[in-house]
């Protein structure tokens, strides 16, 4: 496997990452795939036998659940791989349920946590471009 730079973090992360669009299958995510934890566990193994050390998931997928899954599935095996997640979309109707405010960021990030049953992630992104804090000048509140 060969591994990258992820930018000046120091972290070497595999050139491949496990998914999990497909882990739980709910919430509009059927037609994706529903791998429970037990499945969930050997593609961990299978991809930590290649040298694949980046595990990649996000709040929205199977809202939540994929986290979930994924959660339930590291167990001891948490500390070796980088852990991404991503927030940014609506997961309930409040209306600062979503975006890329540090408010909903903060309690995103918080769910994902409690989710993921670990104490941190390597690396949190925002999953998709927000318009309302894109932090333009030019479109001032009336």
């Known amino acids: 496997m060969q591994y990258k730079k992820l930018g000046h973090s120091g972290l070497l992360v595999s050139q491949f990452a496990l998914g999990t669009v497909p ?8 037609k994706t795939g529903n791998v429970n934890a037990a499945e969930a566990r050997r593609f961990i193994d299978i991809a930590l036998d290649y040298g694949v050390n980046t595990v990649d998931t996000a709040d929205l997928y199977s809202s939540g659940g994929a986290e979930e899954v994924l959660g339930e ?13 991503k927030a940014r979309s609506p997961l ?29 992630i390597d690396l949190y992104q925002i999953h998709n471009w927000d318009g309302v804090t894109t932090g333009r000048r030019d479109t001032a509140c009336a």
């Open 23 to 30: 882990f739980a299958g709910k919430a509009g995510f059927e």
């Open 92 to 120: 309930s109707d409040d209306p600062n349920d979503s975006g890329a405010s540090r408010h909903h960021l903060i309690k995103a990030c918080e769910a994902s946590l409690r989710r993921l049953k670990t104490d941190h």
């Open 73 to 85: 599935a590291l167990g001891e095996k948490r500390n070796q791989i980088i852990l991404t997640s």
